[in-house]
């Protein structure tokens, strides 16, 4: 069964000097904040930034990270970030990626992020805090068929 994705954001960056080696090439551990961006980015768009769930007494750790590399990415590359939410009813927040190279739109990395729904306390909440389902009800969302 394939991920069905329900919202979807695109956000560009630069490979700045900082995140590549001495052969001017990314680093594979600068993969993840480019991730990072895509969520960022994504919850920006939609209200569903850091911020906006701690509001909540929520926070929303990456208890999972999957990331498939295609190619490498250079110095001054600019870079394309899908970040799409995948539809689930369980408690968690699941995004799949995809990371392309600008001038050629060439695929540069999949990736898939697991975070889950923990209180300030840290405890684990098992089912959706209610802000998250009024947030999913609000955009029109389904709320999980897969």
Same mark, same amino acid.
């Given at each position: 069964m394939t991920d069905r994705i329900i919202l979807k954001n695109t956000t560009e960056t630069i490979i700045r000097f900082s995140e590549v080696d001495s052969m001017a090439v990314v680093w594979h551990g600068n993969y993840v904040k480019y991730l990072e961006d895509g969520r960022e980015a994504f919850g920006k768009q939609y209200g569903l930034g850091y911020l906006d769930v701690y509001r909540h007494n929520i926070m929303t750790p990456v208890v999972e990270?999957?990331? =498939?590399?295609?190619?490498?990415?250079?110095?001054?590359?600019?870079?394309?970030?899908?970040?799409?939410?995948?539809?689930?009813?369980?408690?968690?927040?699941?995004?799949?990626?995809?990371?392309?190279?600008?001038?050629?739109?060439?695929? $540069?990395?999949?990736?898939?992020? $697991?975070? $889950?729904?923990?209180?300030?306390?840290?405890?684990?909440?098992?089912? =959706?805090?209610?802000?998250?389902?009024?947030?999913?009800?609000?955009?029109?969302?389904?709320?999980?068929e897969s």
């Open positions: 990270l999957s990331l =498939n590399y295609k190619t490498y990415l250079n110095y001054g590359d600019e870079i394309i970030i899908e970040t799409g939410l995948v539809d689930t009813l369980a408690a968690k927040i699941i995004f799949n990626y995809s990371i392309y190279r600008k001038s050629d739109h060439c695929l $540069v990395l999949t990736a898939r992020s $697991v975070q $889950v729904f923990v209180d300030k306390e840290g405890i684990l909440q098992l089912t =959706n805090p209610p802000f998250f389902t009024e947030w999913k009800e609000k955009l029109g969302l389904n709320t999980g």
